[in-house]
Every structure is written in C-alpha cells, then in structure tokens.
C-alpha cells in the first residue's frame, strides 16, 4: 500500500503573501511542514503539489533541491491537482495537508492514518468535528475516493476545497472522524498560519523549544504556561478556503 502526503502550497496567499518561505529561526515554514511529516512512520512519500503559475517557479525549485517529490497543477481546481498529483506518484491513500499548518504532528498523522487503514474506510479526518487546535488538520482518504470526487464533483467550492464532494456522499463513501482526547482537546487554539499574527504567535512557540521534536501537547503546554501569548492571533477569522 503506497500511503502519500499531499502537501498543497502557493505563493500566492490573500493574507500572507509567500507565507510558505518566511524563514522561522532557522528554517522555512514548508520546511516545518515537511520535516516534522518525515518523522511519521506510516507515509511512503511526501510530495508538494503547486501551481503552474509562474510565482510558484520558486516551489518546484525548493522541491527539487530538497530533493521533494513535487507536482504542478491548476490554482483554482485543487481538487485536479490533488488526483493529477497523487496518479503521478501512485498513491492508494493519500493525505491531504496544507502548507499552513508548520506545527503539524506527526505522531497525530500516524494516528489518524492507523486508525483509517484498521476500520477500511474511504475517508478518516481529524476536523469534520473540530476538537483539536486549528493547524493540526489532517485528512486521509482512498485513491478511489478522490477520483470518484474528481470526476463527479462540479460545484467551485467542491473543487477548491478537495474534500467536500467525499463528506456530504456519506452514502456513497465510508466516513470517519478522530476526536481528540484530554490534553489534546483544545479546538480553542489556534496554530495554524494565515494571517501576520498567526506567524508571531508560530514564531514565539517555535523559538521557544530547542529542535522541531516537539509536539501537540507540548505546545499546549507552553501555551498554558503562557496563555498572553493567545492574544496575539484570537481576533482572527478563519478563512474558509484552504491554500
């Protein structure tokens, strides 16, 4: 079974042009994305799937020089450039994460991936019922699934976000979401990057642990520790469309 990260990225975010390059202490953001998804044990592949717009040259190029599997597809039409990218790569499971989410856990994402291929479903996710912090969002679903979604799905919305079509046919597709549990059930926070103040607050929380090995819950700890540090960003609205 070929399990594989999709991760989507573009440089051109509404609200935080290039957000995926901006450089954190020593690293960029997508570095984040991709070094902490390598520390998972259940994924075969990490691929960045962008656009063909010319300002994402610059993604194809970081792909190539981190040696990242990576694919070019449309800008508006997600959903294509999910199923192009994942039939390139010959994904059976695909993981869908979003470049906007630096602090994701990987021990959260081998979870999740555990638990989708146990119950043999066609779709497991973390935020159909949100429970977790904002930016601890993960998705996995079938190659089946995907291109049933790719072919019949025909509202713009259904397209930009990949995954509507799957959620709202729960008779056509097995659906599942992960809760999240005691210390980890904090749909309170949020860490996810999409806004200037949402990379303050990413940059406090980095800054404060020695390598990128931390994880969910001592993040919540320190923002426990330092509940100031949840004013930064707690006025911000969350957008709907993903980048």
């Keep these: 079974m070929n399990i594989v990260a999709v991760i989507q990225a573009r440089m051109g975010s509404t609200r935080l042009p290039g957000k995926v390059l901006k450089k954190i202490k020593n690293k960029l953001v997508l570095d984040y994305v991709i070094e902490r998804l390598q520390f998972c044990e259940n994924l075969n592949n990490i691929v960045i799937a962008t656009t063909t717009s010319e300002k994402d040259d610059i993604l194809q190029q970081y792909a190539t020089n981190k040696s990242i599997s990576y694919f070019r597809g449309s800008k508006d039409d997600v959903l294509s450039r999910y199923y192009h990218a994942s039939k390139k790569y010959g994904a059976d499971q695909i993981v869908r994460i979003t470049s906007d989410c630096p602090l994701i856990d990987p021990y959260i994402v081998d979870k999740i991936i555990k638990k989708h291929i146990e119950k043999k479903v066609d779709y497991t996710a973390n935020t159909v019922e949100r429970t977790f912090p904002r930016g601890l969002d993960v998705e996995i679903f079938t190659f089946d699934a995907l291109e049933e979604s790719y072919k019949n799905a025909n509202q713009q919305y259904q397209r930009e976000h990949v995954t509507p079509y799957i959620r709202e046919h729960p008779e056509k597709f097995k659906l599942q979401n992960l809760e ?25 929380i980095v800054s404060h642990f020695d390598d990128i090995t931390f994880n969910a819950e001592d ?25």
């Design 219 to 243: 993040i919540i700890d320190f923002l426990d520790a330092n509940p100031e540090l949840l004013e930064i960003n707690k006025n911000i609205e969350q957008k709907e469309l993903r980048e």
């Design 180 to 204: 999240a549990k005691g210390k980890l059930l904090r749909p309170d926070i949020r860490i996810t990057l999409d806004t200037q103040e949402d990379f303050e607050l990413i940059k406090q």
